[in-house]
């Protein structure tokens, strides 16, 4: 039995790239393989032609436009000329970041490998977010910047380092630039960010100033790049849900409404009363994992193992309400990506 755990213990890593060079393969085959859909075809006759000042002004209005998803693939078709798997090389190089943060950050937490592989079942379970990777669109270029930004945010507070809160507001903007969804999780990473860095630089007061500066350096030169493209999104009505009364019927209100019901178009989605769930086990987590009388290790894994169970449970619900694995990432607006993030923030500073 100790020879097995030893040899367990010996090539975890091992165990780690294996798991991600199959995954790997996996969204290969499918970028090279499946045709691409429509909104794929759109971004890259579209928009990858133009040139990047003209992505960059966002000279057509329309958010098919991943501003940096786009150069990117006008980067690789440049290179490699356009096929279904150059479009989509961008995001298939963003799973291996976003892959080997995540790897990073759950050793650098020091939980048990066993709860690592539920991180990574956790981030890469919903296959709906994760063949995302193998299409040509920002979302999940988007997502593996932003977990990238939350992990610099973690080394920051552990180090108190300039280079780690540049890192994290850097790779944060970037996350915004491949999609605008993203505003969402970057309008509550800034002032948690600065909490954080008055509580832990209370008595530098200097440096506190400097690392706040820094902050607000990087979301003014974000919101330099993003005033054009979002003012002409917000000219043509763009942001409608729908309809065409206003924001607050048309967008606002669908959004609650879907949300308290589970139903858009008819169509049955998740229970609100399962992401209730969810969330109370999420919050208890948090608040009930033992302090300074466990260790790390244990105290960590409980946090894991209360929202592994969590995220088994809303697949269970989805799968016999819905006959399909409910997509929190994309189906249901108000529970999008943030979600997901905001929590693993929560969770780092724990």
Request: hydrophobic letters at 50%; charged letters at 15%; glycine letters at 4%.
């Amino acid at each position: 039995m100790r020879t097995i755990e030893t040899l367990w213990t010996k090539n975890i890593e091992k165990y780690y790239f294996a798991l991600g060079f199959v995954l790997l393969i996996y969204l290969i085959l499918r970028a090279v393989l499946i045709p691409m859909t429509i909104d794929e075809v759109g971004t890259t006759l579209n928009y990858v032609p133009l040139s990047v000042w003209d992505i960059m002004r966002y000279t057509d209005a329309v958010p098919n436009n991943h501003i940096l998803n786009t150069l990117l693939i006008k980067c690789c078709t440049q290179i490699f000329g356009v096929h279904s798997f150059t479009v989509r090389l961008p995001n298939i190089l963003a799973f291996i970041l976003c892959y080997y943060m995540l790897i990073k950050w759950l050793r650098a937490l020091r939980v048990p490998p066993l709860f690592v592989f539920c991180g990574i079942a956790i981030v890469f379970g919903d296959h709906y977010f994760f063949e995302f990777f193998a299409l040509a669109r920002g979302y999940a270029l988007s997502v593996s910047l932003m977990i990238t930004a939350i992990y610099y945010s973690w080394r920051y507070a552990r180090a108190h380092r300039n280079r780690h809160i540049w890192k994290s507001y850097l790779f944060a903007a970037f996350a915004v630039y491949a999609n605008f969804t993203i505003l969402n999780m970057y309008a509550a990473f800034v002032p948690l960010s600065i909490l954080a860095i008055i509580l832990l630089q209370k008595n530098h007061v200097r440096r506190m100033l400097q690392h706040i500066g820094i902050v607000l350096f990087v979301s003014a030169l974000l919101a330099l790049l993003s005033f054009g493209p979002i003012s002409k999104m917000v000219a043509t009505d763009q942001f409608r849900f729908w309809d065409a009364h206003g924001f607050i019927p048309d967008t606002l209100m669908p959004v609650l409404r879907v949300s308290a019901s589970g139903l858009l178009n008819k169509k049955v989605y998740t229970p609100f009363w399962s992401e209730i769930y969810v969330a109370l086990v999420c919050i208890s987590g948090i608040f009930c994992a033992p302090g300074d009388n466990c260790t790390r290790e244990k105290t960590q894994g409980i946090l894991f193992l209360f929202f592994f169970c969590s995220w088994v449970y809303l697949e269970s619900v989805s799968i016999l309400f819905c006959r399909h694995p409910f997509s929190m990432l994309r189906t249901r607006p108000c529970f999008s990506s943030h979600f997901f993030s905001l929590f693993s923030f929560f969770l780092c500073w724990r």
